[in-house]
Each structure stands twice: as structure tokens, then as C-alpha cells.
């Protein structure tokens, strides 16, 4: 399987802490706004059918529910899903939550989905291609997928790693490996060969002093990009 088991250990012995706004997730409450609304900019999803691919404690998931979406969310942390669970139950969202892998949901239900966000995964896992590849599957022609990840240059490591879990201390230590990161023409690379054709492209930065996060022209740290799925008509 695609997975590295010390990647989901890393956030499964957090998971408990996933709706803790004042958290190691902090960054993740903050953003999801951002990424929200980002979404929201290309799709109107009321009525879709959404997946969120790699969905931890369900903060996206529940958030693409609320706005209308029929939601799956998968994810290969038990505890991560069960935290997910319990906060949709409190909360009234009403999200599908799995265990499995994006690629085995891909053998299971080929063009099903009208919306898939991939955040904040790929670079947590073995083959970030193979990911890729797998959310193309599960989408329907026509449809609008979101993936974002960090880039991999010496701003990257400064801001990514040195500033962010060393001196700010906004993630855990260890959260990154900047090998991993991946570039934009990478990921570029990666939706062109799963068919996909990328439809827009945002950075994502963080002011240490307001302590605000923004989406800007600057894709040289974190980055989202938008993509849909070429149809074969």
C-alpha cells in the first residue's frame, strides 16, 4: 500500500487534539477557510458529490458538508477517523467516513465524485503520483479536484521547517520531511499524466507578526492548485 506507517503513527498519536483549535492543528482551523472559500470560487457545491482524500479529524470534509456537499472523507488512521466520527456527530455534519486508501476506493468506485480535495497529503506519502493518479479515478469527467502540498527550495525549508517547527513552533518538530516536498511543476506533472489539466494555482502564506494566513501570487512555500478532469466526450 501507499502509506508510511510512521507518517500515520506521527498524526494518530495526535488525533485526539484535532479539534483543538489552540493545537498543533491550529494552522489547519486557521486555513480552512482560506481553502474553503478557494473552492468555493470554481464550484458551487450544494448538491455535489465531494471526496476528501486524506481527511485526518474531518476538518475540510465537514466544512464541504456544510456547504451542501454529499461528503466522503477517507483516511488510513483508525484513531484520526474516530475522532472525525465523534466531532460529525456533535456537530450534525453529515460526512461518510472510511478506512481505505484513495487507490483502493479508486478500484471501488471509478467516476463517482463531482468534487476532490486532496490537502496537505501527498507529501506524507511514498508515491505522490500514485495519489494522484488514484483521486482522476474516483472522479467524474468533468470534475473539479484540488490538491495542495508544499514546495521543495531553500525558502521552503527556511519557512516550511526551520521557521514554522523550530522557531515559531506553529507544528510539532518532525512534521516535515523536505525531501518529500514537491514542486509545482512536479505536481504539474503528475495531474497532466492522470488527465487532469490545472485550471488555477494559489500560494499560501503566513504573517508571523498578525499571525494571519492569506492566499497569495507566491507559490515558492505552501500551494494549492485546481484542476479538472478532461472529459473523454
Known amino acids: 500500500m501507499n502509506v508510511d506507517q510512521s507518517e500515520i503513527a506521527k498524526f494518530s498519536a495526535l488525533a485526539h487534539r484535532w479539534w483543538d483549535q489552540n493545537s498543533e492543528f491550529k494552522p489547519l482551523h486557521a486555513i480552512n ?122 525558502k521552503s525549508y527556511l519557512f516550511a521547517i526551520i521557521g514554522a517547527e523550530y522557531v515559531l513552533r506553529l507544528l510539532p518538530k518532525g512534521t516535515h520531511d523536505y525531501r518529500k516536498f514537491i514542486t509545482p511543476s512536479e505536481l504539474g506533472h503528475f495531474v497532466r499524466d492522470a488527465g487532469l489539466e490545472i485550471i488555477g494555482i494559489k500560494g499560501l502564506s503566513y504573517n508571523p507578526i498578525t499571525q494571519i494566513y492569506s492566499l497569495t501570487n507566491d507559490t515558492a512555500v505552501n500551494y494549492l492548485i485546481a484542476t479538472r478532469k478532461v472529459s473523454t466526450n
Open 33 to 154: 477557510p482560506l481553502r474553503l472559500g478557494w473552492i468555493k470560487s470554481f464550484i458551487e457545491l450544494n448538491g455535489k458529490s465531494a471526496l476528501d482524500v486524506g481527511c485526518g479529524g474531518g476538518i475540510l470534509a465537514e466544512a464541504l458538508a456544510q456547504s451542501g456537499a454529499q461528503t466522503t472523507g477517507i483516511d488510513l488512521s483508525e484513531k484520526a477517523l474516530k475522532v472525525a466520527e465523534l466531532h460529525a456527530l456533535e456537530s450534525g455534519a453529515q460526512v461518510n467516513y472510511q478506512s481505505i486508501s484513495a487507490e483502493a476506493l479508486a478500484l471501488n468506485e471509478p467516476a463517482s465524485f463531482d468534487v476532490v480535495t486532496c490537502m496537505e497529503m501527498l507529501e506524507h506519502v511514498p508515491d505522490p503520483a500514485s495519489v494522484v493518479n488514484a483521486c482522476a479515478s474516483l472522479a467524474k469527467p468533468g470534475a473539479t479536484l484540488f490538491f495542495s502540498t508544499l514546495n521543495r527550495n531553500p
